[in-house]
């Protein structure tokens, strides 16, 4: 399968492929804050806030945007890294040109359906590795994994990714996440390890 190559960006956190701290696993760990929410065939993906108007996309219409493969390395906040993960999704920066965003957005929140948040600066989302995927290795995204759809942020520890993504809210201010709120750190880069606030 056509797989774009994601997995240099340590380069650009002047890091090694492996953040410090991190070891590396071929098993897919699942972390969640509860039990795994259902997608009902009304759930729709929202994107509100500060943009012209409001969208919304079905599943099918969502898959249905360009989209592609891309390889992929996540980073675990607990230490464990999943190198060349295979997902297949629509980056950011495709969904935003399709929306009208306000000048003064300087933030993003993304919503999912178990409640969990979590919340990045727009130009910290404007990559085309900020992936919406709902392929994992060729295969349908399982429920516990996110499935049907997921944020992946490859240059941020995984708890930035929203599994169940729902929604994602334009805002004209920065507010925290769930675990952000919690005591892990607002930045989340892997290569700087900051883990805790
Ligand atoms: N909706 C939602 N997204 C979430 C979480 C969660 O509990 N709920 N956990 C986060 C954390 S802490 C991590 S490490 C990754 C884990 O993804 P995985 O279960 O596919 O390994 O999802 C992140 N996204
Ligand atoms: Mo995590």
Redesign the pocket.
Known sequence: MECTDKTDIHKAFDGERLPPGQRETTA???????DV?SWTPTTEFRAWGALDRDRSWTLSEFRSLPHETQCQD?H???GWS?LDCRFTGVPFTTLAERLSIDDDVVSVTFH?????T?ALPLSECMRDDVLFAWALDGEPLSG???GPL??LTPHK?????????SGIAFRTEHERG??ERRG?SDSANPWAEERYA
């Open positions: 897919f760990p699942v972390l969640s804050k509860g929410p996540f675990c906040v607990t999943r999912a359906l178990d409640g969990y979590t516990p994994h996110g997921r944020v520890y995984a708890y930035k990714g929203a599994k169940w993504v769930y675990w892990y």
